[in-house]
């Protein structure tokens, strides 16, 4: 199955307080060539000879090693921009599960302390082992994600999702996106 990229227009014009269209652009630009990427190795794997894998170079094995990012790096930005919008639509049993912890304004200082560590990703989720929410930092799409989680909120931490508009102001960026979460869709995800 090929995938196809969304469209994400309807963030522009100011949708996205803080994020310029200038900025989201950019970003959309980036996030389609991951789904390009996608459907490429999906396809080449589809007729690949797979008889031969090696760790130093095998076209297989190299697809392989690169399968996940293309498709984490797809679908954490699909996460990302559609938890974008901004709105403070939090569900009950959603604020319940924060207030659990310490309550929204504690996990949204932890998520933006993930950030802050550097390019990549910060993410709120619902660890399906302990039941609670936990705050994760990822390196990369495809190493630093825990198995088992339900993806709540998720941040794009890497330069080029701000460069554009905050310049290396990485914790600029991260007062703004955080104000700029849509609540609603982050509770439709806790409801799941
Ligand atoms: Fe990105």
């Known amino acids: 199955m090929a995938y196809t990229a969304k469209n994400y ?9 803080g994020l310029s269209d200038a900025q989201l652009d950019q970003h959309f630009t980036l996030y389609k060539g991951y789904i390009t990427k996608l459907n490429e190795i999906e396809e080449k794997l589809g007729s690949v000879d797979n008889t031969k894998p090696n760790y130093s170079f095998n076209e297989y094995s190299e697809l392989k090693r690169r399968e996940a990012v ?3 790096g797809s ?26 912890q310490g ?12 950030a802050l ?12 082992r302990d039941g609670k929410l936990h705050t994760y930092f990822l390196a990369e799409h495809h190493i630093g994600l825990p198995v088992d989680q339900d993806l709540l909120v998720v941040l794009d931490s890497w330069e080029h999702a701000f460069m554009v508009d905050y ?26």
């Open 75 to 100: 679908f954490l930005h699909e996460l990302y921009f559609e938890n974008l919008g901004g709105d403070a639509a939090v569900s009950s049993a959603l604020a319940s599960a924060l207030d659990a």
């Open 117 to 128: 560590g550097g390019p990549g990703w910060a993410i709120l989720t619902r660890n399906r």
């Open 167 to 192: 310049g290396i102001a990485r914790a600029k960026y991260l007062d703004a996106i955080v104000d700029a979460i849509k609540w609603s869709e982050v509770s439709k995800r806790f409801g799941k």
């Open 70 to 72: 293309a498709f984490n």
């Open 103 to 114: 309550g929204k304004d504690k996990l949204i200082a932890d998520l933006k302390a993930c």
């Open 9 to 17: 227009d309807h963030l522009k014009g100011g949708a996205v307080k």
